[in-house]
């Protein structure tokens, strides 16, 4: 594709999730009691009624609205078999992969507790070659929950140097920019910085490696006031990446895989998947750093089942002071 080609993609990606976030809030009326019923347990997640939802308009507008002349395959959880677009077309046969997560943050958006996001990213088709680095046009939408009026979006063509970000009014569809800006800060005082342990399983290991962490940067002192430092349990990546990009966070760390391995579990199912850092683009392209907890850019492949971890960093130099401590914790070096 040219430069007009995947501009085109990134609005069509856009009108995707329009779709989805407007369909999700007119189902609120009518079924909101149903949402959070578990429709299906999969090795990728559990399916809830709210997905289900979701994932029957997704494939109905990708049908009607996705380009014929570009032959793409479908990754998402909850698929049961190969699915491309148009319908019938062989995936090797594909020009892309397509990778989405119709609701990053379900948990939240089906007890209306916090509004989720709807991800997606965009790939040429390398059969499973394909990694989370390959993509190269994505965008995320904000699902808001009922007493919510604004929804973010956020979308980006890789390499074309802006980030197109706005928030649009669901009472008016009035529609306005927002602006885009990490924070500059060096110093963790007074800000966000989560590691993320949303769920019981191996919460007494996250929490040991944050305090370890916090106390190899000098943070945690025996005897001295503890650090004015914060966290925010956003149980969505989606959500985690927009906070970093509108400036209200510094640092977040998903070291669950880690942790499940060390206590001797397999909860894949609990940890972050490629499906829900397929817009890790987006940090990059707005100047945050996103990546591996040892370092090095994130490469797992475009399926629904990999756990995955990653850190992010609003700025370069926080990842910079981070990086040395963090590597010892996890290597014991």
């Not at 007890?111 to 680095?133: E, F, T, V």
Request: net charge neutral; with cysteine.
């Amino acid at each position: 594709m040219n430069s007009r080609m995947l501009e085109r993609a990134r609005r069509l990606l856009c009108r995707l999730q329009e779709t989805l976030r407007d369909e999700l809030i007119a189902a609120r009326s009518r079924q909101v009691r149903r949402f959070a019923q578990v429709a299906a347990e999969t090795a990728a997640d559990t399916i809830y009624q709210i997905d289900r939802i979701s994932e029957v308009a997704l494939v109905d507008w990708l049908e009607q609205h996705w380009p014929k002349s570009w032959p793409v395959e479908l990754i998402m959880e909850g698929l049961e078999e190969e699915l491309t677009f148009p319908r019938g077309t062989p995936a090797p046969a594909t020009q892309w992969k397509l990778i989405i997560d119709p609701i990053d943050g379900t948990r939240g958006l089906m007890h209306d507790k916090r509004s989720a996001w709807a991800m997606a990213g965009l790939a040429p088709q390398r059969g499973s070659r394909n990694h989370l680095g390959d993509i190269v046009v994505c965008a995320m939408t904000e699902l808001p929950i009922s007493k919510q009026w604004r929804s973010d979006q956020f979308s980006v063509v890789k390499g074309a140097g802006r980030l197109v970000a706005s928030s649009y009014d669901v009472r008016t569809g009035q529609r306005s920019r927002l602006r885009v800006a990490p924070s500059a800060a060096t110093s963790f005082h007074h800000g966000f910085a989560t590691v993320s342990r949303f769920f019981p399983a191996a919460k007494e290991w996250l929490s040991r490696f944050e305090e370890d962490l916090w106390r190899d940067l000098g943070e945690l002192v025996p005897g001295a006031e503890p650090p004015p430092i914060f966290e925010d349990q956003y149980i969505s990546c989606g959500g985690q990446i927009a906070e970093i990009l509108l400036g209200h966070d510094l640092m977040v760390i998903d070291v669950r895989p880690e942790a499940f391995r060390e206590m001797g579990l397999r909860d894949a199912a609990l940890s972050s998947h490629p499906y829900d850092l397929c817009c890790e683009l987006l940090l990059r392209e707005a100047g945050a750093v996103i990546e591996r907890p040892l370092g090095g850019r994130l490469r797992d492949p475009l399926d629904t089942t990999s756990a995955v971890s990653w850190v992010a960093f609003a700025n370069a130099a926080l990842a910079r002071r981070v990086r040395p401590p963090l590597r010892r914790l996890l290597t014991g070096r």
